[in-house]
C-alpha cells in the first residue's frame, strides 16, 4: 500500500512540474527575450525535479521542456520559427535531445555530488549552476551542428559580428547562459532544498 502511495504521489508531483513548465512557456513568467536567443526559466523545474526525484524524472521533465520549446517554433518565437522554416525534423532535434539530456544529466550529478555532501547544500548550488550551463552548452552544440552553415545562422552570425563558430556560441549564448545559470543557481538551489526536506521529512 504504501509503495501504491508512494507512485501515486510521484505522478501527482511529475503532473504538477508539467504544468508549472507548460505555464513558463506559454506566459511572459517564463521567457525573457533578448536580441539573441530568449532567457528562460524552464530550466529550473527540470533541474529540481532532477535533483529532488532523480534522474529519469529530470530526463522526462527535460523533454515536457522540449516539446513547449518546439511548440513555441509554431508562430510564438521568432528565432525558433526560422529554425522550423529551414528543417522540422532537425528543429525538433534540437528542441528535444539536449533538454532531455540536460535533466537526466541535472539527476545524475547530483546523485554524484551528495555522496560526499552531509548537509547537500553544495550539491544543491553545483548541481543548479552546472547544469544550467549544461543545457546552454548542449542546445548550443546542437544548433551549431544542425544549422550553423544555414543562410539563415550565418546572417544571425553575422549580425552580431561573430566570425567563427566559438565567437556566434559566446555572442549568442555567452551572456544569456551566464544569466541563466545563476538565477538556476539562486532559485534551483532554494526550491529543490525546501521540496527535498519536505518529501523527506513525509517519507515520499
Known amino acids: 500500500m504504501k509503495t501504491t502511495n508512494i507512485r501515486t504521489h510521484r505522478m501527482v508531483q511529475l503532473a504538477l512540474f508539467t504544468a508549472i513548465i507548460f505555464l513558463l512557456a506559454f506566459t511572459p513568467l517564463g521567457y525573457i527575450n533578448t536580441m539573441g ?3 528562460t526559466l524552464l530550466g529550473i523545474p527540470v533541474i529540481v525535479g532532477a535533483i529532488v526525484f532523480g534522474p529519469t524524472f529530470g530526463a522526462i521533465l527535460g523533454g515536457v521542456f522540449g516539446i513547449t520549446s518546439f511548440i513555441r517554433c509554431f508562430g510564438f518565437e521568432a528565432f525558433g520559427i526560422q529554425l522550423l522554416a529551414i528543417n522540422p525534423v532537425t528543429t525538433f532535434i534540437v528542441c528535444m535531445v539536449p533538454r532531455i539530456l540536460f535533466g537526466w544529466l541535472a539527476g545524475i550529478i547530483f546523485k554524484a555530488l551528495k555522496k560526499n555532501d552531509r548537509m547537500k547544500s553544495l550539491s544543491y548550488a ?5 547544469s544550467s550551463l549544461i543545457h546552454t552548452i548542449l542546445f548550443m552544440t546542437f544548433l551549431i551542428l544542425f ?6 545562422i550565418q546572417t544571425v552570425a553575422a549580425g552580431v559580428g561573430a566570425k567563427n ?10 551572456l544569456n547562459g551566464t544569466v541563466e545559470a545563476v538565477v ?6 532554494a526550491i529543490a532544498k525546501t ?3 519536505y518529501s523527506k521529512k513525509s517519507g515520499l
Open 126 to 130: 553545483v548541481t543548479s549552476f552546472a
Open 37 to 39: 536567443l530568449s532567457i
Open 184 to 189: 538556476c543557481l539562486i532559485l534551483g538551489t
Open 195 to 197: 521540496i527535498d526536506i
Open 165 to 174: 563558430v566559438f565567437a556566434f556560441f559566446i555572442a549568442i549564448a555567452g
Open 147 to 152: 544549422f550553423y552553415h544555414t543562410e539563415f
